[in-house]
């Protein structure tokens, strides 16, 4: 079946500009997770969401990021007045359940901020 | 805070041979720990899932140890392929977020024909 999709697979903002990154994930999976990924690091959580609930956004980094799932399926990560700090792949992941199962990962979203 | 190394950043052997990466974490006692593959451009991959009751877990070519006393889990590749070349990361569950994984920076594995 289908993966986790991700759009746009590359965005390119003038530093200021706010930016939207949407996520599919696999259809059916009740939990979904948005990490970040600086070049050479492993993913850094953000945010999760259980159904169009959002449990923990403890990972956001500031109040300029802002993410939801309005019907329980695909997710919207939304940044705010852009920062050169923020050019990283924007990775989202979906699970069946929560706790002890593995995630699947889309393409990933690269954010490039000028 | 919680902590996770991987033992190298860059692990290079020759095919045939086996691979052995290591995750070490300090500051926590994670429910389950996580080995993901990431090559180049793309997401990562779910490959094991070991929990903290499991001392090990095979999957074809693929061994994960986990030792909660050492804090510590080893994963092996055997029989080593150029197919294998990629970035591996452990994740461990982070109980009190609720569902979070915290990863590892990653060891970039190489295996020469």
């Known amino acids: 079946g289908a993966g986790v999709s991700q759009s746009p697979r590359y965005k390119v903002a003038k530093r200021g500009q706010d930016v939207a990154l949407r996520c599919d994930p696999i259809s059916g999976h009740v939990s979904l997770f948005w990490y970040q990924q600086a070049l050479g690091q492993g993913p850094e959580f953000l945010t999760y969401?259980?159904?169009?609930?959002?449990?923990?956004k403890s990972g956001l980094p500031s109040d300029r990021f802002f993410a939801e799932r309005p019907e329980g399926s695909v997710s919207t990560l939304k940044i705010q007045r852009t920062q050169q700090e923020d050019s990283a792949v924007y990775l989202c992941?979906?699970?069946?359940?929560?706790?002890?199962?593995?995630?699947?990962f889309g393409p990933g979203t690269r954010l490039t901020v000028t | 805070s919680q902590k996770i190394e991987q033992n190298s950043e860059a692990l290079n052997i020759q095919e045939g041979k086996t691979a052995t990466l290591t995750c070490n974490y300090t500051n926590y006692s994670p429910a389950y720990l996580q080995w993901y593959r990431q090559d180049p451009g793309r997401g990562p991959v779910f490959l094991l899932l070991i929990r903290e009751n499991e001392k090990e877990k095979r999957k074809e070519r693929l061994k994960v140890t986990f030792d909660t006393t050492l804090k510590q889990s080893l994963f092996h590749i055997t029989a080593s392929q150029p197919a294998d070349s990629a970035t591996y990361l452990c994740a461990l569950d982070v109980t009190q977020a609720g569902t979070a994984l915290i990863f590892g920076k990653g060891t970039t594995l190489s295996v020469s024909s």
């Open positions: 992941a979906s699970s069946r359940r929560d706790r002890g199962y593995e995630q699947y």
């Open positions: 969401f259980q159904n169009e609930a959002q449990l923990d």
